[in-house]
């Protein structure tokens, strides 16, 4: 048994000695699309096989109770009135999904959870979406509410919003709910329609190289970022009327327009626009099994997020020029930004070589020990039956 499910399991048997549903919500990575969730454009996420596994049964009292297996501590929510607190930090994530619930008329039975996880924090790798979507999960399983899929993430998302503060686009509760096993989704985050694509690796590993760095500015710049952007669409409004989103614009139409925009917001609407267009050719290049055209347009992304957007920062550059100079197909910066981690497909003779010279460059460049991982991409958000609760996480 993965030694997650594993420790979240017993835990609750130590503590309670009752049966619970299990329930395992996955992290994320996106392989290409990155900032153009929330101007209505196009992703390409992937669930991933490191994830937050919940336990939870009915409590026998009108005592709720939640145990953080990462924080080693208890919080006890107020189920009627589940407002947001100061302390513990990691509540709001579950009381924002809890407040969703109670506002659409649903009631809640008091209960009994233990969740841990094994998404590293500040990642990029969406242990927050995880964690929204697992519990939003988990309360519809147990209180039998029958809540659509797409509802929970919206659900998820505003937890996001309106409890963490995160203004979030709608990609990274998609891919932890919607997830399959070596599969790839396209989202049009505009009307959520979205496709499978087979994610054909052959002989290709996805390396996640983790900085180990979450520089401040990621939260407040992230919304900077978004404002900047409904800057340029308010802009660009007065002369196309028809424009909702950046996702109704061109690159030609910001470069026309550039005298007007103040700022960086220029360079923003460019690189989103851009990075719109490409994420569309980079599904084309998954269709044809063309992995090389794919691993360039992950480049021209770095590229476009370090330099227009400004979200990347000098651990991320260097650990992707790293990958450049390894001429690895492809390497980027993944997620808001600041820190976090660099997704890269490297051919699986490489991979061992490449982390070793990467780990070392590293260490050298900023004293700094960089932490790898190979993942798989795996299913979403569900609950596990007893015997598939040994293959969590394998």
Known sequence: ??????????????????????????????????HTDYNDGFVMPAAIDKEIVFAIAPSPDETSSIYSLSYSEFFYP???????????????????????????????KPFRCVFGGNIPAGSGLSSSAALETGFAFALNELNKLNIPTQKMIHMAQWAEHNYVGVKCGIMDQFASMMGADN??????????????????????????????????????????????????????????PEVKSLRDVTPEMVDKHKSEMPGKVYQRCF???????????????LTNDDLEAFGRKMYETHEGLSSLYEVSCPE???????????????????????????????????????????????????????????????????????????????
Not at 317 to 345: E, P
């Open 316 to 394: 991320l550059d260097f650990l992707v020029g790293q990958a450049k100079n390894a001429q690895i197909l492809g390497s980027r910066m993944m997620g808001g930004g600041f820190g976090g981690c660099t997704i890269n497909i490297v051919p699986n003779q490489q991979v061992e070589s490449f982390i070793s010279s990467a780990t070392a460059a590293y260490k050298k460049a900023f004293n700094l020990d960089l932490i790898a991982y190979i993942v798989h991409v795996k299913s979403g958000t569900g609950l596990l039956k007893k015997s598939e609760k040994s293959a969590v996480g394998s």
């Open 1 to 34: 048994m993965d030694f997650i499910a594993q420790d979240v399991i017993s835990k609750f048997d130590a503590l309670y000695a009752e049966e619970p549903l299990i329930i395992r919500a996955p992290g994320r990575i996106n392989l290409i699309g990155e």
């Open 183 to 240: 599969k790839v989704i396209l989202l049009d985050c505009r009307s959520l329609e979205y496709k499978y694509s087979p994610l054909k690796l052959d002989n290709y590993s996805i390396v996640l190289c983790n900085t180990g760095v979450k520089h401040s500015l990621v939260d407040s710049e992230y919304n900077t970022r978004r404002a900047e952007c409904e800057q340029g669409v308010a802009i660009l409004q007065r002369h196309y």
């Open 78 to 108: 107020n189920l009627k009135e589940p407002a947001p607190v100061t302390a513990p930090k990691w509540a709001n994530y579950l009381l924002g999904v809890m407040r969703q619930l109670v506002d659409n008329g649903h009631t809640l």
């Open 271 to 285: 690189y989103v626009t851009s990075e719109i267009k490409r994420v569309q050719a980079a599904a084309f290049d």
